[in-house]
């Protein structure tokens, strides 16, 4: 399978804990997007990177989060002191560079849960 | 500010009839126009896109239709089959398609 892939699909963590997801996007995809999606509502971007390059940053993403892409390749999306109001799917996106750029194609999604 | 926008947040319809999700959006520089479909604890899935250069894309079932000047989009699923039942998504971006902006999505239940 070459899709987006997401590690963990679940977490649950106390507050005030750490907690990391990673994201494989799909092969030669320039391009990686982290979203976080709420019951009810649509995903609300969070930051986006083109290769290494972490080019937006929504200012959703408080101090509390940090995203790296190293080598341009997988990412990796940490949430330091984690609060309640951070439970949520995280969801990672990939998509090319070019003149088919314009769709992302989204993972499984990580589920966080805030206790 | 929520510049895309789904006003109806559910929908049913019966099987073999038409769906019609309907989408808003108040950003002019938005050119090119997405909807995703997804089922519980799945990440969204692409379904259909359409440039603003264009009014209508077909794909299968699954047609969309874009009016410029209304900024108003909509997706038709004809006809509706009750695996179609999932919250579906309108995303927008602009021509450097760095920021993809979602509306809230509308549930759509297809009865048999």
């Known amino acids: 399978d070459t899709g987006v892939s997401q590690d963990p699909r679940h977490k649950i963590t106390k507050r005030g804990q750490n907690v990391t997801f990673r994201c494989d996007p799909i092969s030669e995809h320039n391009r990686l997007y982290w979203y976080r999606q709420t019951l009810g509502q649509g995903p609300e971007f969070l930051t986006y990177?083109?290769?290494?390059?972490?080019?937006?940053k929504s200012r959703l993403l408080s101090d509390r989060f940090s995203a790296e892409r190293p080598k341009g390749s997988f990412s990796t999306l940490e949430i330091q002191r984690t609060e309640q109001g951070d439970s949520a799917m995280y969801l990672c996106a990939s998509s090319p560079v070019g003149s088919s750029g314009n769709t992302i194609y989204f993972g499984e999604g990580s589920w966080l849960t805030v206790v | 500010d929520q510049q895309v926008k789904q006003n109806s947040p559910s929908l049913s319809v019966q099987e073999g009839r038409i769906s019609i999700l309907n989408c808003d959006y108040t950003n002019s520089m938005f050119d090119y126009f997405l909807w995703y479909k997804k089922y519980p604890a799945e990440g969204p899935t692409f379904l259909i896109s359409?440039?603003?250069?264009?009014d209508k894309n077909e794909d299968g079932r699954f047609t969309v239709f874009l009016n410029k000047s209304a900024k108003h989009l909509s997706l038709h699923i004809v006809p509706s089959q009750p695996g179609d039942s999932a919250v579906y998504f309108c995303a927008a971006t602009d021509n450097y398609g760095q920021n993809f902006v979602f509306g809230p999505g509308t549930r759509l239940s297809v009865l048999p």
């Open positions: 990177f083109q290769n290494e390059a972490q080019l937006e």
């Open positions: 359409i440039s603003s250069i264009k």
